[in-house]
């Protein structure tokens, strides 16, 4: 393998191509990272209304979990980009595909974002359902609000516990981000294609682009486990892993 | 340890789909023994003499070819989603001849879809051995695979709308122009944004009716690409009075069927199916056939002249690539 492809000046845009993969890895960071801002919020939002012991709140959260989850996520990168901006009102419409800042870029973050908050509210949920419905009635008869038991008794121990599944999700985001590259933004695999088109060093790009995906994903997983460790509540569960 | 002895077996588990994909179909082969039992030995003293590919479609049964899913007319899917057009029609004669070499009538033909990036990888990989699409013949190119005999000439345009009021290549400063990823055009557009510093916002698209889409719906103003491919992308669009393909060629684009390099047997056969019909003059009918008349699948007539280059490329057959600049001479 030779990967001095690598300092030669790229085709156009003036660097070399090194910079095109390093410009690559930017895009897949930052629409990995506002796409789990975006997913983390909602899903956590609709994780909680997923077990509010109200049917209206609970049923819209139940059809986005099913609609989102259930459609794969290249069909909806397609129907944010092509359709959403076709069935919206005219005007609305054309700011969507010309004024909108970085249109592709904009639309691979909402689409990711809400696409993993499906997965997100799932791991909530199960989280805050695999509390003992004791410690919910023991809250309330003490005179919490059921917002208040939320915050200080159910949610603190929920997240923790789906620490684990949360680093899938959140790995999982990294690596989904490379469908983005179907509406045109030019994140790593995009990049990595794009160099390997211009220089016909197929194998030695991919092996660069998989190093990096393995390193970002290894970063976030050190770091959960980092963070898992930090909020552990000592004698509880998960508490042992050490 | 364990996770290289994973790693090991899941590397073994892929080659052995390779090799599945790559097996013959039962038929054929059962039929093979007996029929080629006693020339066998002397088949096998010849082995050495057979090119890769001849040898490789003797072994398996089947000759794969390449198609497009919208290069039209030059290869595409028709209503019944089968591969059809002008390019099709040449790498049939193609496998035909390659049955008559071999003598093996059986020998099936098989159509494995590309688009302009997976093309030269699936081809060097063994996946098609030959690809009769919209693929220029370029010097660069030639790195890495070999091209049959120039059989359609042509270069690079732009498509706009026509209430873009865009009238050439300097009107598109600033303004967002959708590609087509691995084609010639990606180049010759961006060496030409380079070069005049037109500031361009490009976005990449997989396949041509996608870029088309992108200026359809507005999301770019202008999609540059072979003016042929261009002009049968307005044709067959749901409004073809909409759009209008301008410019002068920023690129020569010879087109040619492609195959794998170093194998001058195969190169040979081909190129001698090519010549074959320039000389014959066969190749004006299937000129007809798809340029001047009407195609699937909505019957529209491109009505698409023969031009003064291809005319000159049939009277000469020649394999020249279109060099580094995007020029034939450079």
Known sequence: MDFSFLNQPAFSGGGVYLDWVISGLKWTLLVSI?????????????????TAPVAWLRVPATIYVELFRNVPLLVQMFIWYFVVPEIVPKAVGDW???????????NAVLCLGFYTASRVAEQVRSGIQSMPRGQTSAALAM?????????????????????????????????NSSVALTIGVLELTAQA????????????????????????TLTVTFSMRWLENKTRVPGYVGGSSK | MTKKRSLLLALIFASGLVACGEKPAPAPKAAEPAKSAAPAPEAKAEAPAITDTLKKIADTGV??????????????????????GYGVDICLKIADAVKAKLNKPDIKVEFVPVTS?????ILTGGNIDVECGSTTNSVKRQEQVSFAPTYFVTGTKIIVKKSSGIKGYDDLKGKTVVFTTGTTNERAMKAYNDEKKLDINFIPSKD???????????????????????????????????????????????????????????????????????????????YAKWFESKIPPKGINLNFPM?????EAIKNPNDTGVGDCGKMKC
């Open chain 2, 117 to 121: 990036q997976t093309r030269i990888p």
């Open chain 1, 34 to 50: 506002l796409g789990w801002i975006i997913a983390f919020s909602v899903g956590s939002l609709l994780g909680i209304l997923r």
């Open chain 1, 193 to 216: 294609r794009q160099i390997s088109e211009y220089t016909f060093r197929t194998f030695e790009i991919f092996t660069v682009a998989t190093i990096i995906y393995a390193l970002i």
């Open chain 1, 96 to 106: 969507l595909k010309t004024q909108m800042p970085m249109p592709e870029f904009s």
């Open chain 2, 63 to 84: 000759i794969k070819i390449g198609h497009r899913d919208a290069s039209i007319p030059f290869s595409y899917l028709d209503g019944d989603q089968k591969p059809v």
């Open chain 2, 307 to 311: 031009s003064a280059g291809l005319k």
């Open chain 2, 208 to 286: 041509h009716a996608e870029s088309f889409l992108a200026v359809e719906t507005g999301r770019a103003v202008a999609f540059p690409m072979d003016d042929i491919l261009l002009y049968s992308l307005k044709a067959s669009a749901k409004n073809p009075d909409d759009y209008v393909v301008i410019g002068d060629f920023l690129s020569d684009d010879p087109y040619a069927p492609m195959i794998r390099k170093g194998d001058p047997e195969f190169k040979k056969l081909v190129d001698g199916v090519l010549g074959d019909l320039y000389k014959s003059g066969e190749i004006n009918k299937l």
């Open chain 1, 143 to 175: 005179g919490l609000t059921l917002p208040q038991t939320y915050r200080h008794v159910l949610l603190p121990m929920a997240y923790r516990i789906v620490i684990p599944p949360m680093t899938t999700e959140f790995l999982t985001i990294f690596k």
